[in-house]
């Protein structure tokens, strides 16, 4: 038997994974429930999101969130720090503005197209 934790849309599940006469098969990933995310971040109203949205380029996890729902930026401010493939990437800002919401916190992985930040 085998443990595993698996995220599914923010949602941290613990699966019990047993081999059986070559076949894989999961008889507690039915059973299992979820569990509260570590750090989730707050997710934003869909009311609140900004009309500017900076979407994930690539799968990636969180090392820095350079900014807050509030804060006026300008154009090239880096809006937060990712890493991908072993490499540290930023995301800066496409325009001048003012953060709407910040979806994402430190040691969060995310998804390509999962939104990160949105600006008015």
Request: aromatic share 4%; net charge neutral; hydrophobic share 45%.
């Amino acid at each position: 038997m085998k443990n595993y934790t698996i995220t599914v849309n923010g949602n941290v599940y613990d699966v019990v994974v047993e081999e059986a006469g070559g076949a894989v098969s999961a008889p507690a990933a039915a059973k299992a429930a979820p569990k509260a995310a570590p750090q989730a971040a707050p997710k934003a109203a869909a009311g609140a999101a900004g009309s500017v949205k900076i979407s994930a380029p690539m799968p990636g996890k969180v090392l820095k969130v350079n900014t807050s729902a509030g804060a006026a930026v300008k154009k090239g401010d880096v809006l937060l720090v990712f890493e991908a493939m072993k490499m540290e990437n930023d995301i800066t800002a496409p325009q001048d503005g003012t953060v709407a919401s910040v979806n994402v916190s430190v040691g969060q992985s995310f998804e390509p197209g999962e939104l990160l930040v949105s600006l008015n």
